[in-house]
């Protein structure tokens, strides 16, 4: 199961957007005083007591109008609020209760989902104000006082919001099977991908794009180990994600890619690289995700001569630059050409993205590397690194301790970087380096 999902919903003008971007710790969410502000969806990940959870802002629950875009803002709401695990009921304390919180109280009820009850701008502190008592005739449990500006309270609602979450279940998964996520744009084969590999139809394929809308797990367990394939919905670009329902549906496929440890990016050989793609793998490169580019319906290009295959190899190294280190395999979905190869990537690129070098090997690494290009120096100050360890794998992050941050260029840090790499064949992962002053800060 993916990171807990929180839905913050109420009518508008309750401060839903600021108590979000309290919550998340940024200003994310457009925050206005005028009821509207927000029209769809807005996500992000937040954490308290050490665990993460997903955040959904929504549009105002207007449950009694003609106007279309409040219609729209309705759907809106309604899905997060049928996709969330927890729902956070926001009201306004100087308002009291409406008829409006009155009926988006009523429909929460229906949906069935636990529901906390937020009573916003109780921005006194000491006891809580008379008022607070009349919320108990929404029906919803105790209204926990709120000040989303000050952030009073916050962290009891989200204590509220933690004791209703089954945690057993956000943490079921089994850890000896590698999560791989399929992800790309729409239309590209995942699903025919997955399907074959399960060796049998467990996900709708049709030669339409949309046909997939949510993530879905299956297992598979041969000869290579066990592994988790997450068939997601095609992500598109923003101008074309119109349905409400797609709009969902591009969210749990970023959501599978923050809960998988391999992104298998998949390549219309016939489209070959497009902008979209870049954007794709450019999340999973940013989420440190062990990466693997699979060409897909390579069957469907008409030279299949070794040549052409080593051209678009050229031209896609070119075009995903700024990921060098993620493995090309050319694919078909279709016949299962060169598939069985791909447990085998997989099964390397997780082992290379939660690797750990012993510091001693390291720095026998960093002793050479320095010994054969010199660090950087400028102005008569030399550059002096003292030692180098892993702080975290997933992806590897290494700290380099030296005298002068300012002096570590970044050439010279790309240059251990690719040593690191080529010394122990770190395919398929991302590598993070951080360098640190002795007794300073990060750089």
Same mark, same amino acid.
């Given at each position: 199961?993916?990171?807990?999902l929180?839905?913050?919903?109420?009518?508008?003008?309750?401060? $839903?957007?600021?108590?979000?971007?309290?919550? *998340?710790?940024?200003?994310?969410?457009?925050?206005?005083?005028?009821?509207?502000?927000?029209?769809?969806?807005?996500?992000?990940?937040? #954490?308290?007591?050490?665990?993460?959870?997903?955040?959904?802002?929504?549009?105002?629950?207007?449950?009694?109008?003609?106007?279309?875009?409040? %219609?729209?803002?309705?759907?809106?709401?309604?899905?997060?609020?049928?996709?969330?695990?927890?729902?956070?009921?926001?009201?306004?304390?100087?308002?009291?209760?409406?008829?409006?919180?009155?009926?988006?109280?009523?429909?929460?009820?229906?949906?069935g %989902?636990?529901?906390?009850?937020?009573?916003? $701008?109780?921005?006194?502190?000491?006891?809580?104000?008379?008022?607070?008592?009349?919320?108990?005739?929404?029906?919803?449990?105790?209204? *926990?006082?709120?000040?989303?500006?000050?952030?009073?309270?916050?962290?009891?609602?989200?204590?509220?919001?933690?004791d209703?979450?089954?945690?057993?279940?956000?943490? #079921?998964?089994?850890?000896?099977?590698?999560?791989?996520?399929?992800?790309?744009?729409?239309?590209?084969?995942?699903?025919?991908?997955?399907?074959?590999?399960?060796?049998?139809?467990?996900?709708?394929?049709?030669?339409?794009?949309?046909?997939?809308r949510?993530s879905t797990?299956?297992?598979?367990?041969?000869?290579?180990?066990?592994?988790?394939?997450?068939?997601?919905?095609?992500?598109?670009?923003?101008s074309?994600?119109e349905?409400?329902?797609?709009?969902?549906?591009?969210?749990?496929?970023?959501?599978?890619?923050?809960?998988?440890?391999?992104?298998?990016?998949?390549?219309?050989?016939?489209?070959g690289?497009t902008?979209?793609?870049?954007?794709i793998?450019?999340?999973?490169?940013?989420?440190?995700?062990?990466?693997?580019?699979?060409?897909?319906?390579?069957?469907?290009?008409?030279?299949?001569t070794?040549?052409?295959?080593?051209?678009?190899?050229?031209?896609?190294?070119?075009?995903?630059?700024?990921?060098?280190?993620?493995p090309?395999?050319?694919?078909?979905?279709?016949?299962?050409?060169?598939?069985? %190869?791909?447990?085998?990537?997989?099964?390397?690129?997780?082992?290379?993205?939660?690797?750990?070098?012993?510091?001693?090997?390291?720095?026998?690494?960093?002793?050479?590397?320095?010994?054969?290009?010199?660090?950087?120096?400028?102005?008569?100050?030399?550059? %002096?690194?003292?030692?180098?360890?892993?702080?975290?794998?997933?992806?590897?992050?290494?700290?380099?301790?030296c005298?002068?941050?300012?002096?570590?260029?970044?050439?010279?840090?790309?240059y251990?970087?690719?040593?690191i790499?080529?010394?122990?064949?770190?395919?398929?992962?991302?590598?993070?380096?951080?360098?640190?002053?002795?007794?300073?800060?990060?750089?």
């Open positions: 199961m993916s990171k807990p929180i839905a913050v919903v109420g009518r508008p003008n309750v401060g $839903k957007s600021t108590l979000f971007n309290k919550l *998340i710790g940024q200003r994310l969410s457009i925050v206005e005083d005028t009821p509207g502000v927000t029209r769809d969806r807005i996500y992000a990940q937040g #954490e308290w007591l050490n665990r993460e959870f997903m955040l959904v802002d929504t549009g105002g629950i207007e449950p009694k109008t003609d106007d279309m875009l409040l %219609k729209k803002m309705r759907s809106q709401a309604q899905i997060a609020i049928d996709s969330a695990d927890v729902i956070v009921l926001v009201t306004d304390l100087t308002a009291g209760v409406t008829a409006n919180d009155n009926d988006v109280a009523a429909l929460l009820r229906k949906s %989902k636990p529901v906390v009850l937020c009573v916003n $701008k109780c921005d006194r502190v000491g006891a809580p104000p008379p008022e607070l008592y009349e919320f108990y005739n929404l029906g919803l449990g105790d209204p *926990i006082p709120v000040s989303s500006v000050h952030g009073h309270g916050t962290g009891e609602l989200l204590d509220a919001c933690f209703l979450i089954d945690w057993e279940a956000v943490e #079921e998964e089994p850890d000896d099977a590698i999560k791989v996520a399929v992800i790309g744009k729409p239309n590209v084969g995942k699903s025919s991908l997955v399907n074959y590999i399960a060796g049998e139809e467990r996900v709708i394929v049709a030669d339409m794009a949309g046909t997939t949510d797990d299956t297992p598979v367990e041969n000869r290579h180990g066990k592994f988790i394939f997450i068939d997601t919905a095609g992500i598109r670009r923003k074309r994600v349905e409400a329902i797609e709009r969902y549906s591009v969210l749990r496929a970023y959501m599978a890619v923050d809960r998988c440890d391999v992104a298998v990016i998949l390549i219309d050989a016939t489209e690289f902008e979209q793609d870049s954007k793998a450019g999340y999973a490169h940013e989420q440190g995700k062990g990466c693997i580019i699979a060409v897909n319906k390579w069957d469907a290009v008409e030279d299949k070794g040549s052409t295959m080593d051209e678009m190899r050229k031209k896609l190294e070119t075009d995903f630059s700024f990921m060098s280190y993620a090309f395999l050319f694919i078909s979905a279709k016949t299962g050409q060169r598939v069985d %190869k791909l447990f085998g990537l997989i099964t390397q690129v997780a082992e290379k993205n939660a690797m750990r070098i012993p510091t001693g090997r390291l720095n026998d690494l960093l002793a050479y590397a320095t010994a054969r290009v010199q660090p950087p120096s400028d102005k008569g100050k030399r550059l %002096k690194i003292y030692y180098i360890t892993q702080a975290s794998t997933k992806p590897p992050t290494f700290v380099c301790f005298n002068r941050a300012e002096l570590f260029h970044f050439s010279y840090l790309r251990l970087e690719n040593q790499r080529e010394q122990f064949e770190m395919t398929g992962t991302p590598i993070r380096m951080v360098v640190r002053e002795r007794g300073g800060d990060t750089k």
